[in-house]
Nanobody, 127 residues
């Protein structure tokens, strides 16, 4: 069993920065690709950013490119989402997810590819 725990959400003002952290623990002998998704009220959950288990390959939604950066600490199976120039439309519950793969460069962009999910952390950006 693998547990995924997010930390770092909160209330910020537009233009501020915030960093989210996510740790995957448990059966950590496997190699995990990881990703951040978000769900705003009344909307479907969407991919924000994803990273391969080797930490070298990433993908971002168009809405956050140039503002958000995803990085990974392979040894700790921890992923970070550095969010800058935050906008009110970034307000959502942010979920971290992890999945295992034998391909070190694989970047998973679809929810169905992820096996383990965190409980989510609220990010609220005021205007």
């Amino acid at each position: 069993q693998v547990q995924v725990v997010e930390t770092g959400g909160g209330l910020v003002q537009a233009g501020d920065s915030l960093r989210l952290s996510c740790a995957a623990s448990g059966r950590t002998s496997s190699n995990y690709f990881m990703g951040w998704f978000r769900q705003a009220p009344g909307k479907e959950r969407e991919l924000v950013a994803a990273i391969s288990w080797n930490g070298l390959n990433t993908d971002y939604s168009d809405s956050v490119k140039g503002r958000f950066t995803i990085t990974k600490d392979k040894a700790e199976n921890t992923v970070y989402l550095q969010m800058s120039s935050l906008k009110p439309e970034d307000t959502a519950v942010y979920y971290c997810a992890a999945g295992s793969s034998s391909e070190s460069r694989w970047v998973a962009t679809m929810e169905v590819e992820y096996e383990y999910w965190g409980q989510g952390t609220q990010v609220t950006v005021s205007s």
